[in-house]
């Protein structure tokens, strides 16, 4: 009897050690075959824009190191709320991701109430980049600079028309109060004009129906080049290497208006651990080609590489910054 139950203990535990050996051979096995499928980037924004531009680039550079398809999904509208929260009902599984920035994380968290995820329960993969603010007057404008921008706001607050990107509450927003601030003018006298992005703003600035549009250099790039409007200043702690006269806040007296664009890439709650590695060592491959490199400088994104946890700790404390930025301004 003692050996036969012996024998029954012995085979049970090698039943055992069978099925946990295939489970993790099968574990093993898929985090080695990730990705095997298309992956979607969501950009939660239209096509043409900045973050629609950043992620096609890095779509087409991440399908040739994974070795997938990566396609880029436009879901605009809504304040953008709606494409992200897509993303955050995704399956956790790497084939979902989220193209973002600052717009609809740290400054969405700050600025609207009621959202329906938590900006920190998604899961950062990294961040690529910034692009500096770029404050544009109409190319006929008599103002030359800052100091006549400043001056003309304080002149007559309560007519100068600028333009807001939906709710005002993105790195546009944040720069505009940033400038406010600094030459002391409540932003609440002025006359903001709600577009729907830095394209339409452009356009409301060159046709003479604002004063002041700010967007990224990427958005202003054409009419730039059209010579319908005329850049005053940038945001950035060096020159935009694109537009090389034009120059920073902190050279024209502000240094304190420094917002930056962010880029992001994130995915649902609980992305696995061995799906953010394959994703970051592809990432780190991607930004530190020089074919890569110079392909986002030439949209306006200066590369500046955030790993997920450095990432997800730059969030954090931009968001801190900015939440008492916003309370000063309101």
Known sequence: MRRMKKSKVLVGFLSLLI???????????SQEAYPTRPIEMIVPYAAGGSSDLHGRTVASFLSKKLGVPVNVINKPGGNAIPGVLSVYNA???????????????????????????????????SITGFSPQLFVVAAKSPLQNMKDL??????????????????GTDSVGFA??????????????????????????????????AV????????????????????????????????????????SGYPNVNIMQSY?????????AFIIAKLNKA?????????????????????????SE????????????????WSSVQ
Request: proline letters at 6%.
């Open 19 to 29: 099925v946990t050996v295939v489970v993790w051979e099968g574990r093993a096995q």
């Open 91 to 125: 399956n956790p599984d790497g084939y979902t991701l989220l193209v973002d920035g600052n717009t609809t994380n740290s400054m969405m968290g700050v600025a609207v109430k009621d959202l329906p995820f938590k900006v920190m329960d998604r899961t950062f993969v």
């Open 150 to 167: 400043a001056a003309e706001v304080k002149r007559d607050p309560e007519n100068f028309k600028w333009t807001m990107h939906g709710a």
């Open 176 to 209: 505009v109060r940033q400038f406010f601030k600094e030459i002391d003018v409540d932003i609440r006298k002025t006359k903001a004009i709600t577009v729907a992005g830095g394209a339409p703003g452009v356009i409301m600035v060159a046709g003479g129906n």
């Open 212 to 251: 002041l549009e700010c967007t990224t250099v990427a958005s202003a790039t054409p009419s730039l080049r059209a010579g319908t409007i005329k850049g005053l200043s940038v945001t950035s702690k060096d020159r935009d290497p694109n537009l090389p006269d034009v120059p920073t806040t902190a050279e």
């Open 264 to 272: 992001v890439i994130s995915g649902p709650p609980k992305l696995p």
């Open 283 to 307: 990432m780190e491959e991607i930004f530190r080609d020089p074919e890569a490199i110079a392909k986002f400088r030439s949209i306006g994104i200066e590369i500046s590489y955030h790993n």
């Open 310 to 325: 450095a990432a997800r700790k730059f969030i954090i404390k931009e968001s801190d910054d900015l939440s008492k930025l």
